[in-house]
């Protein structure tokens, strides 16, 4: 049972995806005791179907008892009762009972690797739900300094315009401005709320106080060598091999065993001397099928095998750009957060010296004020581009066995 044994230990690997730095405590646990239970019964399900199936090949013991009433005999009623204990038990099929087991744990491997990649992937949304929500909490943050800008650009549009130094056009634009910044705002406490709600349908948990992952990038090995779906896949392919094999033996002879025990009451019209009540019985049988679905049936099992395999080949394919994509997004948004600090170098000077031009008289408080809040926004968006990175690493570590 050497494949058995791997099999295992490819499921104790399973449940190490978030262990680590990765999903520490409580987020390893984010999903509610609903969604685990359930999760919980779907493996429990898979094993006993997968015993059923692995243990097809043996037939039931039948027990039997029969009890009969005849009036054959005019003068009375005789009733004869019988119990008996039968086998027919295949023993050989051209190695279609070994094929069968080995497909019965192929198959529990696969499905039990769907189940854990389909229980992976709803931790990921909950971690990215909450990803997304402490980076819409920023964007709102950001919103209010931007609005609290376009109160302060109204304010000295307005003073200009009273001053007779630009005309009403330039007013109009910085309210509009403002009001749509504002809007804006409400728009994202509505998003924050159904995500919040989308969070709450898959977790138990109190967002505001689970402490948020810090996702590195994995190494493109890891990711191919771990990636849950190609070992799936894989294991798909081992599933339909066995199961093209196990096909073919079908159509092969097979040899069974047949036995029967019997205790039954004499019938008095047949009772005569060395007529046993208890007795054996047992023998074998060869049988072989003739079917004319033979070679569709053959060339069908063959052609899933084939093409799981070639499903195994893309999927590395599809493992190799998936990865590619997402370090390529990584890239850039490594670019822009270069790009931000360097904005927030520049603002950081820029509000020193407005701060020393308005202590000269030269720049009023206002102007001070709006390039603090300029600078303070280009922090905040940095923050965001980092949260924006790891939501896009948390596509790969939902994906990843024990990435670290």
């Not at 130094?165 to 809007?183: M, R, V």
């Amino acid at each position: 049972m050497k494949d058995l044994n791997v099999l295992k230990k490819l499921l104790v690997v399973y449940s190490l995806l978030f262990t680590s730095s990765v999903f520490a405590d409580e987020l390893s646990n984010i999903l509610s005791d609903n969604k685990n239970i359930l999760f919980d019964y779907e493996f429990r399900q898979n094993k006993a179907q997968s015993d059923m199936l692995e243990n097809s090949w043996i037939n039931p013991i039948v027990l039997q008892y029969n009890k009969n009433y005849s009036k054959q005999f005019t003068d009375r009623t005789v009733q004869t009762g019988s119990f008996s204990v039968g086998i027919d038990q295949p023993i050989f099929r051209f190695g279609g009972i070994y094929f069968g087991i080995k497909y019965a744990q192929a198959l529990r491997g696969a499905n039990n690797a769907e189940i854990e990649l389909k229980k992976r992937e709803l931790i990921g949304s909950a971690v990215k739900l909450l990803f997304e929500m402490n980076k819409l909490k920023l964007e709102q943050k950001k919103m209010i300094l931007l609005v609290k800008n376009d109160a302060i650009d109204i304010r000295q549009k307005r003073e200009s315009y009273e001053a007779g130094l630009i005309d009403s056009s330039f007013l109009d634009q910085a309210i509009l401005k403002k009001n749509q910044d504002e809007t804006q705002n409400l728009e994202m406490e509505i998003t924050l709320m159904k995500l919040e709600q989308s969070f709450s349908l898959l977790s138990d948990k109190n967002p505001n106080t689970l402490k948020l992952p810090n996702l590195t990038l994995i190494s493109a090995e890891q990711y191919k060598g771990r990636n849950l779906e190609l070992v799936r896949d894989k294991l798909r392919v081992k599933e339909k091999s066995y199961n093209a094999k196990m096909t073919w033996t079908k159509y092969m002879p097979s040899v069974s065993l047949q036995g029967r025990y019997t205790d039954a009451d004499l019938n008095p019209l047949f009772a005569r001397p060395g007529l046993e009540e208890r007795y054996y019985a047992y023998g074998f049988n060869i049988s072989m099928p003739l079917n004319i679905n033979m070679f569709s049936d053959l060339e069908a099992s063959k052609v899933a095998r084939l093409k799981a395999q070639i499903e195994v080949i893309d999927k590395r394919e599809e493992i190799d750009k998936e990865y590619g994509l997402i370090r390529n997004k990584l890239r850039i948004i490594e670019k822009k957060i270069t790009l931000a600090n360097k904005d927030e170098k520049l603002y950081s000077r820029l509000y020193k010296t407005t701060k020393n031009l308005a202590k000269a008289g030269e720049k009023t408080s206002f102007d001070t004020a709006m390039m603090y809040n300029s600078l303070q926004v280009r922090k905040l968006d940095q923050k965001i581009y980092k949260i924006d990175k790891q939501i896009e690493l948390i596509g790969l570590y939902t994906k990843v066995a024990n990435a670290l």
